[in-house]
């Protein structure tokens, strides 16, 4: 019994120092915030500048397939195909669409990272008189198992008074 017991006590110190070792070498992770914010901010510039081709497919091609979207006044649409139709009444032949964003922050994770800016979309009715709304937005980038950014949820809102942007 207490050879028995030496043993245990031997292998339990040897397991013991094994996990203190193991743990001793490794390196922490790699912080790749800077350059993911710097990737995230300029895909999503480049996300505007498609939007205002009135490249419909390109622009919902920045989603994740079952993303959010929650614009104003009206349900959340999840997944491309709703996402799409949201997307058609904001690029259409009378309308432009921009935005630029302020701040980026990426989770120390380096897998998320949220944008906050501000939108501006013009309209012309059909006998030319523009209407222009701006406002805020935020949207969440993930970074996907291939490494590309997307976006999984997107909402903006209008800065007018309720009155103005219900037409009312």
Request: with cysteine; net charge neutral; proline share 4%.
């Amino acid at each position: 019994m207490h050879s028995s017991r030496k043993f245990l006590i031997g292998f339990c110190g040897s397991v013991t120092l094994l996990l203190l070792a193991s743990g001793c070498d490794r390196k922490p992770a790699v912080d790749t915030r800077a350059a993911d914010e710097s990737t995230v901010r300029d895909l999503d510039a480049q996300w505007s500048k498609t939007a205002g081709t009135k490249d419909l497919d390109a622009t919902v091609a920045y989603y994740t397939d079952d993303a959010q979207l929650l614009p104003p006044n009206a349900p959340i649409a999840i997944g491309k195909k709703a996402i799409r139709e949201v997307w058609t009444s904001l690029i259409g032949p009378n309308v432009s669409v921009s935005w630029q964003v302020g701040k980026v922050e990426v989770a120390r994770s380096g897998d998320l990272s949220y944008m906050v800016g501000t939108y501006r979309v013009e309209t012309k009715d059909p006998h030319g008189k523009l209407a222009t709304d701006i406002g805020k937005l935020i949207e969440v980038w993930k970074k996907q198992a291939d490494g590309k950014w997307k976006v999984v949820a997107d909402i903006f809102n209008s800065d007018l008074p309720e009155s103005a942007a219900s037409g009312k």
